[in-house]
């Protein structure tokens, strides 16, 4: 399995989709075959480090490493960042931004399906993050952001909406970042004001929807 994980980075990065030293270092460090379901009859487990999207459950997915990779590339996720992980379901992008934040960065991880709240807080928890207090897992409605640690400095939503969310970008800090699937393309906003926005869309993607 790790020959099959070093592939992958290399080829993410051969292929420009990582770029960034310590998102690179956080792919490696963090496993993705420890954040699927450990079914000894299904395929996947076996095909957790290839390219591809798998199911976890509940019409819900891992998403494809190749669009994690761009998310976390243009989110820019730093050390000592408090980051908002929406729809955090099997908890594999929660613990690669809880890597990449660090002990003086934070991630509030919220799920609102409660059997994959638990699976993804029990996956997340393989790595001593839930006990150290690196993430904090919530189950509860992410389309509406959890207004009591905001502001943050990153939102990443990993499930597609119907159109921006706003009630996510007023809980963002000045110069904070929120990438976002709406429909077939993800979204990055950047908050420059209050009320002013620099925003680009990269088009092309597949999401499961946002519940």
Known sequence: MEHITKRLIDELVEGGWLKTPEI????????????????????????AELNQALPIGFGQTISQPLTVAFM?????????????????????TSALLAEIAGKKGGVIAIEIIPELFEFGKNNTGKYGFVKKGTVEFILGNGAKG??????????????????????????LKIN????????????????????????????????????
């Not at 969310?165 to 007023?170: A, G, N, Q, S």
């Not at 979204?187 to 620099?198: A, D, P, Q, R």
């Open 24 to 47: 690179i270092n956080a792919f490696k460090k963090i496993k993705r075959k420890d954040f699927i379901p450990e079914d000894a009859k299904s395929a996947s487990w076996r095909m």
């Open 146 to 171: 959890y207004e009591k640690e905001a502001p943050y400095d990153k939102i990443l939503v990993s499930a597609s909406a119907k159109r921006p969310p706003e009630i996510l970008k007023k809980q």
């Open 176 to 211: 904070g970042r929120l990438v976002c699937p709406v429909e077939n393309s993800i979204w990055l906003f950047i908050k420059k004001s209050k009320n002013e926005f620099e925003q680009k869309e990269y088009k092309g993607f597949v999401f499961v929807p946002l519940v």
């Open 72 to 92: 976390l590339e243009i989110l820019q996720p730093k050390r000592g960042d408090k980051i908002l992980d929406v729809g955090a379901g099997s908890g594999w």
